[in-house]
């Protein structure tokens, strides 16, 4: 057991330095675009990135997850997989294209205002490429080589930092910046992912196996309700913003998105660790051994959440001192919208029972519940409070989404994890993210914030101990590696 978990510490280790470069590269970035561009300019690209993900999430027909659900199924032949994953999405992100294309005038004036050849050819480009960097990106991801995924995402970073400075120096303060280094520096890396594949199962024979096509779609296809629910909860607050403000209080609110980067870069790692790792102790591992996997794995990931969310805001004062003046407001904004990564990653956490078992049902009843919680907050509270009131609003949503999608879940597949600390630490976060919120002195919050934190690692003694324990051994093991 004590090898298991120094050997999941290290595959996470190998997955999160990679993502820890890109957020050192991410703060090169993110002040370097909010000072090219003007809040309004900003704001169009949030407008864009929303765009192409509704796209994207109906074109991929919820074959991502029934890629990762049968990887590791007997009798799967895992390039036939890759083949029957892959062509549906392709076929039908060709036909979306086309729609949008047809559709631009209104479709770009709306979330543009403007339209154009320049605008339309970015948003066709990325949808098409992100299906194929969805599959060769999970393909590395099922493999579990931590390494190579890292890697990968470092050089997906570094050329769009590189594309911006490029486009920023020929195009100036406008929206299209961002449109094109995003799309080069996709469509570079799944190239490199594509010959790659295409290089290391160059032998492999396409032959007849278990999973047909059908039982693929049964089971990837309800997920498409449940994926635009998660996108309207992550979306809602910014459209929103835009329909009650404009382009520039949403440029200030996606700036503190941005800010989210530090947690969100732990969520983008553990999820892309744990999905194959989760699903890998399912099928192999005894229900007792998997379920007092789980349990573990949730005290430490939880503990690990929260003290983020409590460090990010402590520290924001020094955090929005790298954006621009003009996004100096996103400050009031944090606290409460650092809930959405990290409720994010608890429910990846509590939210497995429902995709071992397949009742997605399940996923959309709390989805449904969360939307009609966010657009009846938005609704009130956007108006009159702005971005404060979207970021509100997101906090309680998560909440309700968390909670009701552990419910089923747990109902699903029955594992006993220990809420207690957990709900604690997010009563006192609450009250201290309120209180930050209106807060003048940023000394004194911050203080305010410390304290309350290290009551909370006080109530996590022993998973704290753990976590040193685990650190220590992977950094000796480190060390002697080195010296040999």
Known sequence: MEKSKESLFTSFIKYFYGNFVVLLLGLVQLPLTTRVLRTEEYGKTTMFITAVSVIYIFAILGLDQAYIRYFYKEGVNRKTLFLQCLLPPFILILILAAVYVVFSPYFNMFLFGENGISIIIPVVAYTIISVFERFLFLNIRMDQNGVLY???????????????????????SNFRVIMYAMTLSLGTVTLICAIRYIF?????????????ERELLKYGIPFIPMLLMEWLLSSMDKWSIKIFNDFSETGIYGSAMQIMTIILTVKITFVAFWSPVAMEKYENCSDEECKSFFADMFDKV??????????LTILRGVIVLILGKD?????????????????????????????????????????????????????LLVPRYKGVGAALATAVTYIVYFAIGTYFSIKCYPVKYRMKNFIVSLVLYLAYAAYATVAKDQLISAAVGTVIFIICCFMNITTLKELFKYAAEFLKKLTKGKSE
Do not use: W
């Not at 911006?164 to 120096?169: E, H, M, R, T, V």
């Not at 290391?200 to 047909?212: E, F, M, S, W, Y």
């Open 200 to 212: 290391i199962t160059r032998k492999d024979k396409v032959t007849r196996h278990d999973a047909t």
């Open 327 to 379: 996004y100096r407001e996103a400050i009031s904004i944090i606290p409460f919208l650092t809930l959405m990564p990290v409720l994010s990653i608890m429910f990846e956490m509590t939210g497995q029972g429902v995709k071992f078992t397949g009742k997605i049902k399940y996923f959309n009843y709390a989805s449904l519940a969360a939307i009609i919680c966010n657009l009846a907050g938005n609704t």
């Open 150 to 172: 890292s890697n990968l995402n470092i050089l997906s970073k570094v050329l769009n930092v590189s594309f911006i400075i490029l486009f920023a120096y020929l195009l100036g």
């Open 302 to 311: 939880q503990f690990l959440c929260m003290s983020t969310a409590f460090l």
